[in-house]
C-alpha cells in the first residue's frame, strides 16, 4: 500500500516549516532542535516529500523551502534511509518531474541531483532513461522539468555518465540533446546547450563523435533571440577554443566577427561570457595570426568595456566619498592563507624565481563587486592581447587613450587610468617615451576629487613602478611616494586600500631608495594604525613587513625602531591567541625582526614565547583530534605555519641572540614533531627554521641531528616542491655546522639531491639549492660524494650560473674543487659547463680563485689525454678542443 501522512504529523511538520521562515533567532534556534527531533523518525522524509510534491493547497515557498530540507537529510544521511522510504522518495521526484510550478520543478531536480550524487546513478538504472523519456512528453513542464534535472545531473556527475560504470549512457543522451537544440522553447534550447557543454572540457567520447553536428547547431543558433541561449552558445565556443580548436580553424574569421558582435551584447552575462573568448584565444598559438586583422574592432570593444556600469558604481557606493569611520563588515573582510616560508637565492640583477605568480591584477581595484564582471573581463584580455602583440597594439590603443584619460566624465577617464594599467606589462617598451608625460597626469588623478579615480590611478601607478624607479628619484619617485603616502591616509577605505598595495609594489621596487624618506614613510604607516578600520589593517601590516624587506637593516636605527615597534606590539597584545588577524601580524613582524636584527632584542622575548606557544597549543590539539576526532575539533594549523616562520625570522634577524630563548624552551621537541607532520606547509615551515636555528645556535641543534637526519632525507621529494626545497637547503647549512661529521649521513641524502638536480622541469629555486647542498657535502666530505661527480656535474653547473656572489656560492664551488681534485676524471666530459660556472664569479676570495686555477691545470692534462682520444673518435673532437682553453 502506498504510504499516507498522519494528519496529526503533517500539521506539525507545515508548523515546522512556518517557523523555519520566521527571522527570530529564538524562533530559529528552535526549529533547529526540533529538526533534529524529527530526524529520528524514518518517515520524516516522506513528509517532507508528501509536502513537496502532493500538498498543492500549500504555498510553493513553503513547498519548495520542505524540498530543500530533504535534500540536506539526503546529503547528511541519506546511507541510513530505509528503502522503503528511498524508493518512495525517488518515485515521487520522478511522478512529478512537471509540476506547473517552475520553483517546484527546480526543487525537484536539485533533489534528484542530490540523490544521484549519494552514489545512486548506478542503483537507480531507470532514472537516466525515464528522464530521457520524458524529454518526449506534449506537456511543456514534464519536458522543462526533466531537462533542468538531467543538467543538473551532467553538472555534477560529467565524468561518472562518460565511463564504463554506467555503460556509457552519453551514446544515447548526447544525440538526444542535440535534436532539442531546435525546440521552439528557448528555455529547452538553453537546457539542451547547457547539457551538452559540461563534457566539452573533458572530451566526452560520445560528444567528439558528434563533434560536427555539435559544431553545425551551434552556428545555427548564433543569432538566437534569448539571451540565455546566446550565452551558452558563446561558452560553448569559449570551450571548444581550448580543446577542438582544430574544428573552429575554418571557420575562426565568422568566429571573430561574431564574438565581436556577442562582446556587445545588450544582456551583460552574455557579453561577458563572449569576453572570454578573448582570455583564451590569447593562449593559443594562433592568436596573433587569426586577430591582427581584427585588432582595431575589437580594441574599442574592449575599451568600452572597462568603464563601470550604473549597477557597479550603485554597488560600490561610487557616490561616497568618506567612509573611513565606518567599521567593516566582517564579510567584507576575505580568509587570508599565509603562505609559508620558501628560502631562495638571490640571483644577478635581483629578480625572483622565475614563474612566480605577481597578485597584482587589475582585479585588485574592485573586489567588492562579484568576483568577475566585464570590466575585469576586458581589462584582463587587453592585459593578455598586450603580452601577445606587445607594442602593436598601440597604435589602435594611443588615439584612444588620450580621449579617455583627459575626459570630463569621470566614468570615463577612470576606465582610460585602467586601461593604462592593464597594458602596462605587455606595452612597456613601446609606452615608455610617453612616461615621462603621463606619469605626472597619473600622480595628479591621485588627488581627484572622485574615490574610484584616486583608487585606480594608486594601481595603475604601481604597475608602472619599475620605470619610476629606473628615472632620477626627484623625477618621478619623490612626487610619487609624496602622493601615495597622502593616500594611504585618505578618507576613502577603498583608496586607502589601493594605495597600500600600490605602496607595497613602490617598495619592492624601489629597495634602498627609500632609505632617505624612511622617517617620513614610517611617520604616515604609523599614523594610518590609528585611522585604519580591520581590513586596511590587514593590509597595513604587509606594506610595513615589506618596507622591512625592502630597505632591510637600514631600518636599525634607534628613532625608527621607537616609531614603528609601539604600534606594533601594541596589536600583537591585543589580539587573542585564537585570532588569525595574528597571520598578517606574525608575518609583518617576521620581516621586520629580519629586517631589526639586534634592534628587535627588547621585544624578542615575548614575541619568542607564545610563538612556542602556539606551536605547542596547535600540536597538542592536532594530537587530542587524531585520538578523539567526536570530541575534539581539527585545528587550524595555520597558527603554527606563522610561529615557525617568525621564529625563523627572529633567528635570521638575532644571529647567536637566540641563544637563550632557545636554550629555555623546548622548541627542538616541537620542531621534531612538526618536521614529521602530515601537512606539507607545517613540514616546509619546520626545514626553513631548522635551517636557521643551525647558523644561529647550532650548539642546541646538534644533539639532535642524529634523529632530524633521516626525517630530511624522506623529505627529499620533489612532488613537494617547497618542502623538499627547504629541508635541501637546511641539509647544507647542517653540514656546514657539521664538517667531517657530516660523514654517517652523506649516504641518507645524497642520492635523492643527485636525483632532484637531474630531473626535468624542476623549478630553478630547488636546483640552485639542490646544487648549493652537494657542493657542501663535497666540500665537508669530498671522498665521500666526489665518485658521483660524473652524475651531476653538468647540471650542477648550469645551476648555479646565475647566482649571485655570496658565502653559499662560495662554500659550494670550493666542495666541487674539491671534489675535482679527489676525482679529476669525473668532470673532464663536461669540463666547458664547469669553465662556464667558474665565469658568473664577479670578484671570487684570494683562495677560491687559486683553487680554480689549480683545478684547470688538472683538467688540462686530463683534457689532453682525451684530445688524443677523440681523434681516435671515442669523443667529440670540437668539444674537446674547446676544453683547452680553459
Not at 365 to 391: E, I, M, Q, Y
Request: glycine share 4%; charged share 20%.
Amino acid at each position: 500500500m502506498e504510504w499516507q501522512p498522519d494528519e496529526q504529523g503533517l500539521q506539525q511538520v507545515l508548523q515546522l516549516l512556518k517557523d523555519s521562515q520566521s527571522p527570530d533567532t529564538a524562533t530559529q534556534r528552535a526549529v533547529q532542535e526540533k529538526l533534529e527531533q524529527l530526524n529520528q523518525f524514518p518517515d520524516f522524509n516522506n513528509y517532507l516529500i508528501f509536502v513537496l510534491t502532493s500538498l498543492k493547497s500549500e504555498d510553493e515557498p513553503t513547498r519548495s523551502l520542505s524540498g530543500l530540507i530533504l535534500k540536506n537529510n539526503v546529503k547528511a544521511h541519506y546511507q541510513s534511509f530505509p528503502p522503503n522510504v528511498a524508493d518512495f522518495i525517488k518515485r515521487e521526484c520522478l511522478n512529478n518531474i512537471g509540476d506547473p510550478s517552475p520553483l517546484i520543478r527546480a526543487t525537484i531536480g536539485i533533489l534528484i541531483t542530490t540523490i544521484a550524487s549519494k552514489g545512486e546513478l548506478q542503483t537507480w538504472p531507470e532514472l537516466l532513461p525515464q528522464l530521457c523519456n520524458l524529454l518526449n512528453s506534449e506537456d511543456y513542464n514534464t519536458c522543462e522539468g526533466s531537462f533542468g534535472a538531467l543538467q543538473k545531473i551532467c553538472e555534477d556527475s560529467s565524468e561518472l555518465l562518460d565511463s564504463e560504470a554506467l555503460n556509457r549512457p552519453l551514446n544515447i543522451m548526447i544525440p538526444k540533446f542535440l535534436q532539442f537544440f531546435k525546440h521552439c522553447s528557448p528555455k529547452i534550447r538553453s537546457h539542451a546547450i547547457a547539457c551538452v557543454n559540461q563534457f566539452i572540457i573533458g572530451r566526452a567520447q560520445a560528444l567528439m563523435d558528434n563533434i560536427d553536428t555539435f559544431i553545425e547547431s551551434l552556428f545555427a543558433l548564433a543569432g538566437d533571440e534569448d539571451s540565455e541561449v546566446r550565452k551558452n552558445v558563446c561558452r560553448a565556443l569559449v570551450m571548444l577554443l581550448e580543446v577542438r580548436i582544430d574544428r573552429l580553424i575554418p571557420h575562426m574569421h565568422s568566429i571573430i566577427q561574431y564574438m565581436l558582435q556577442r562582446t556587445q551584447d545588450p544582456d551583460e552575462n552574455v557579453a561577458l561570457e563572449a569576453c572570454e573568448f578573448w582570455l583564451t584565444l590569447a593562449e593559443q598559438p594562433i592568436c596573433k595570426e587569426a586577430l591582427s586583422g581584427h585588432l582595431v574592432q575589437l580594441i574599442p570593444i574592449l575599451v568600452n568595456g572597462m568603464k563601470y556600469s550604473e549597477i557597479d558604481i550603485i554597488l560600490l557606493k561610487g557616490d561616497v566619498e568618506e567612509d573611513e569611520a565606518i567599521p567593516d563588515s566582517e564579510q567584507d573582510i576575505k580568509p587570508r592563507f599565509h603562505k609559508s616560508r620558501t628560502v631562495t637565492l638571490q640571483h644577478e640583477g635581483g629578480e625572483g624565481e622565475e614563474g612566480e605568480d605577481i597578485d597584482d591584477d587589475e582585479d585588485d581595484d574592485d573586489d567588492a563587486l562579484s568576483d568577475w564582471n566585464l570590466r575585469k573581463c576586458s581589462a584582463a584580455a587587453l592585459d593578455v592581447l598586450a603580452n601577445v602583440f606587445r607594442d602593436e597594439l598601440l597604435p589602435h590603443l594611443l588615439p584612444l587613450l588620450k580621449g579617455l584619460l583627459f575626459h570630463h566624465d569621470w566614468v570615463i577617464k577612470e576606465s582610460g587610468i585602467l586601461v593604462l594599467g592593464a597594458i602596462a606589462e605587455g606595452c612597456m617598451q613601446g609606452m615608455v617615451p610617453y612616461l615621462p608625460e603621463l606619469i605626472p597626469h597619473l600622480i595628479q588623478c591621485l588627488c581627484d576629487k572622485k574615490a574610484l579615480v584616486r583608487s585606480i590611478a594608486c594601481w595603475t601607478l604601481s604597475r608602472y613602478a619599475h620605470w619610476v624607479v629606473s628615472q632620477p628619484p626627484d623625477a618621478h619617485l619623490k612626487p610619487l611616494m609624496t602622493e601615495l603616502l597622502k593616500r594611504i591616509l585618505d578618507g576613502n577605505k577603498r583608496v586607502q586600500e589601493a594605495a597600500c598595495s600600490a605602496f607595497a609594489t613602490l617598495e619592492e621596487e624601489a629597495c634602498t631608495e627609500l632609505v632617505p624618506y624612511l622617517s617620513f614613510i614610517l611617520d604616515t604607516l604609523v599614523f594610518a594604525f590609528g585611522k585604519y578600520q580591520h581590513k586596511n589593517l590587514l593590509i597595513l601590516y604587509d606594506a610595513i613587513g615589506t618596507l622591512a624587506d625592502s630597505v632591510g637593516h637600514h631600518l636599525n636605527q634607534p628613532e625608527y625602531i621607537q616609531k614603528l615597534m609601539p604600534p606594533l606590539i601594541a596589536k600583537w597584545n591585543e589580539l587573542k591567541d585564537e585570532d588569525k588577524d595574528l597571520f598578517p601580524l606574525l608575518e609583518c613582524l617576521s620581516s621586520v625582526a629580519t629586517a631589526l636584527q639586534s634592534g628587535f632584542l627588547p621585544y624578542c622575548e615575548p614575541v619568542y614565547q607564545r610563538c612556542v606557544t602556539l606551536v605547542q597549543k596547535t600540536l597538542a590539539q592536532a594530537m587530542m583530534y587524531s585520538q578523539q576526532p567526536d570530541q575534539y575539533e581539527a585545528p587550524d594549523k595555520d597558527f603554527m605555519i606563522v610561529a615557525l616562520d617568525l621564529l625563523s625570522g627572529l633567528a635570521e634577524g638575532l644571529g647567536g641572540h637566540v641563544d637563550t630563548l632557545v636554550a629555555r624552551s623546548n622548541i627542538m621537541t616541537l620542531l621534531f614533531q612538526c618536521m614529521q607532520d602530515t601537512m606539507p606547509e607545517v613540514r616546509q615551515s619546520s626545514f626553513a627554521l631548522l635551517g636557521d636555528l643551525t647558523k644561529a645556535c647550532f650548539l642546541h641543534v646538534k644533539p639532535c641531528i642524529a634523529e632530524f637526519m633521516p626525517i630530511l632525507g624522506t623529505n627529499l621529494n620533489p612532488e613537494f616542491i617547497s618542502v623538499c626545497n627547504n629541508a635541501t637547503w637546511a641539509i647544507g647549512e647542517i653540514c656546514m655546522q657539521m664538517g667531517v661529521e657530516m660523514q654517517p649521513y652523506i649516504a641518507m641524502v645524497l642520492n635523492q639531491l643527485v636525483e632532484i638536480i637531474n630531473r626535468p622541469n624542476t623549478p630553478k629555486t630547488l636546483l640552485e639549492n639542490t646544487a648549493i647542498t652537494i657542493g657542501r657535502l663535497g666540500y665537508v666530505c669530498p671522498q665521500e660524494v666526489a665518485g658521483m661527480l660524473p652524475q651531476f656535474i653538468r647540471p650542477w653547473c648550469t645551476s648555479l650560473r646565475n647566482i649571485r656572489d655570496n658565502e653559499e656560492k662560495d662554500s659550494a664551488f670550493r666542495g666541487i674543487c674539491m671534489m675535482i681534485g679527489v676525482n679529476p676524471g669525473g668532470v673532464v666530459q663536461d669540463f666547458i659547463f664547469f669553465c662556464d660556472a667558474v665565469a658568473s664569479w664577479v670578484n671570487p676570495k684570494d683562495d677560491l680563485r687559486d683553487m680554480f686555477y689549480k683545478v684547470r691545470s688538472w683538467l688540462n692534462d686530463r683534457a689532453i689525454e682525451s684530445l688524443e682520444f677523440s681523434r681516435l673518435g671515442t669523443t667529440c673532437p670540437d668539444q674537446r678542443s674547446r676544453t683547452l682553453g680553459g
